[in-house]
Structure formats: C-alpha cells, structure tokens
C-alpha cells in the first residue's frame, strides 16, 4: 500500500526531556502508527505529487508544527507548517485529563476510571478532528491516523 507512513522522525531539538509516561505514549503512537495507518498527498497545482509510502518529520519550529515528508527512499516531497494556535486548547484539556485519569487509576474504583476514560476518549478524538480539519487540502488521513499523529503532537507541543 502506497498511502501510508513507513517511518516517522521527531525532532526533538528544543524540547524539554520527557517523562517516562510521556515517552511511554510517544513509543506506543509510533509502533502503532507503523502498524497501520492511512496517509495520502492530494494532487496540487495539476501537480501529480510522489507515490508513497512516506517517510514522515514531526517538528515545532518556531512556534509553528512542521510536517515535513519524503519518500521511503528519502526524496523529499515537501513540507508544510500548521499553527499549533488551533491545537493549544484541546492539547491542554488532554493533558489535564490524562493526569485525572493516571491518579484515578491509583485510587478509585474502575467505574469511574472508566467514566474518565471515556472522556480522555471524547478529547483525543476531538483533537484528530481538528488535525484532520488543518490538514485539509495538505494531506488526506484517516480517524484512527489522526488520532496517533495527535498522540504525537501533544508529546511535542508539551515537550
């Protein structure tokens, strides 16, 4: 399959350290954005663009997420920049709601750490569709691939 990330690269330059939870989840969006993933370019300008699979860069590079891709072979194939503005909200209530949900699952019972749960869901689906909605005309990807690439933007815009 041609429509789809076969490698990805964080830039971590500029980043404070993660913690391990952090790092945790980071591993985890990656091997499971390997796994399986839906990440297409659309034709611009009557401009055909390079078949994938795609080599993906994540990056904050002045104040601003870079996605820059290349081809398996490492050609590159372009780069855009998103404003991380549109992302600041949702990245702060996920947050905030996975912090609720690591001291629940201390010390409550499981239904409410499965009510918490399911409203760290409902946010990080939130933010793969603003993901989805920034990406529009740059790259096509599906829900499950937003929300591992949102996965990864929260590591980076907290970072």
């Not at 964080?10 to 993933?37: H, M, S, Y």
């Not at 920049?81 to 947050?95: A, E, I, M, N």
């Amino acid at each position: 399959m041609t429509n789809r990330i076969c490698a990805i690269d964080i830039d971590e330059k500029g980043l404070a350290r993660v913690t391990p939870t952090i790092e945790q989840e980071r591993n985890v969006a990656i091997f499971d954005l390997l796994e399986d993933n839906s990440f297409a370019l659309p034709t611009r300008d009557d401009r055909p663009t390079l078949p994938g699979p795609y080599r993906l860069g994540l990056a904050i590079r002045e104040g601003r997420l870079v996605f820059d891709i290349a081809t398996e072979a490492t050609e590159k194939v372009g780069e855009f920049h998103l404003s991380l503005g549109p992302f600041r909200q949702v990245v702060k209530d996920y947050f905030q709601i996975c912090e609720s949900y690591f001291e629940a699952v201390k010390r409550l019972p499981p239904s409410q750490i499965e009510a918490i749960d399911m409203a760290r869901r409902g946010i990080h689906n939130e933010g793969a569709r603003v993901l989805q909605e920034r990406l529009e005309g740059k790259a096509e990807v599906d829900i499950d691939t937003a929300r591992r690439l949102f996965t990864l933007i929260c590591v980076l815009h907290w970072g």
